[in-house]
Each structure stands twice: as C-alpha cells, then as structure tokens.
C-alpha cells in the first residue's frame, strides 16, 4: 500500500539548467496536485492535473514552469532555466477521483537547491 | 493576502497535557478544513478534517473544533506525547469558483512535546 512517490527527494542545479521533479500518485487515485513550499512559508498550491488533463495551473509561474499527468508514468513538473528564487521544497500530493473526501495525501516532497 | 493564519510560529506543552493549536481564516468561501502534521524532510501527514456542517470532529487524542462565525478552528491534542512534536498546518478547501480541490496553508505552528 504505497503513499505518493517523488523523486528525486535531493536535486541541484546551476543556475540555467532544466528541474524535472516526478510524482506517482497513490494507488486508485487520479488526481495529482503540485505545491511548493518557500522557506519559513505554508504551502503554496501550483497545479491541479487530471489524466492527461491540467485542471488548474493558477499557482504556476506564468513563464519555466510546466506541468503534465500522461497516460501512463508518473506526473512531471518541469522548470526550465531554473533561478536561485526556485529553492524551495516542492510537494506532490493525490486524491482519490471526485465525490470520495477532500484529503489529499502528500509526497514526502523534492528538495530543489539552485546554486 | 494570508487568507489561512496561524498566528503562533511555536508552542510548547509538558508532556501528558493538552496542546490547543490554533487557525484563522478570512475566506468566508472556505467550506472544509483540514490539519496536517509534518516532521522536518518529510511530506504532510494528514491528521483530521472537518466539513462546514460541523462544529466539531473527533478522532482519538485529536479533536478539531470549527466556530464559523469567528472564522476560527483549533486543533486539541490530549494527552500530548513527545511523538507530537512536529510543524502543525492548518488548511482549507472551498467551493469559491469551483475549485474545492485548492488547498489554502498557513504558515504553520510548530509544536514541542516535552518529556
């Protein structure tokens, strides 16, 4: 019985370099859900995707950062040209499909350090 | 725009006595709330939720109180153990627009058990 899986858990890059953070959502549940977490902050929701569908990319930076749930394997978030403003803690969270609770349960997050 | 507040960074209780953890929220939209417990380099863990409909929800040594008309919940635990010591987080979901599924942070409270 697996709980959400992210990886890598520790991840540098220089500043410039591509990020790619991947999520496998629990067992049976179908929706994935990305939020970072800044130092001394609460979590700040990014995205909301679906199956191959983004529901909701409202907390998304507007530019490097991008987001998919395929078919098949994991959901990826992407952050391109990275910049040291994007350290931060980056959790995953899943929940079961619409109309079974409101709880979402978390990944135990990716640590991005940009140098 | 904080619209989820945890207005104590820290807390400290004896062992075997009663931790009160509490949230403030200004988002009147906000229909379920929720507390999740994170140690450090880990994810959240999902504690206890409460609906809207509810003034208060149980679960063992943990209770959440809701008072809708001060936009206030809190978080008892009862006995306090050691085990507890970890960051507390506050959290809501609404139907504002449609979005249920967004999840709103506080900053967090981080609480000490001592032996």
Redesign the interface.
Known sequence: NAGVMQNPRHLVRRRGQEARLRCSPMKGHSHVYWYRQLPEEGLKFMVYLQKENIIDESGMPKERFSAEFPKEGPSILRIQQVVRGDSAAYFCASSPPAGQGNEQFFGPGTRLTVL | DQQ?KQNSPSLSVQEGRISILNCDYTNSMFD?F?W?KKYP??????LI?ISSIKDKNEDGRFTVFLNKSAKHLSLHIVPSQPGDSAVY?C?A?GNSGG??????????TLLTVNP
């Open positions: 989820v379920y929720l999740y380099a880990e994810g959240p863990t999902f939720s987080f959290a979901s979005s249920n599924y967004k999840l709103t942070f506080g900053k967090g």
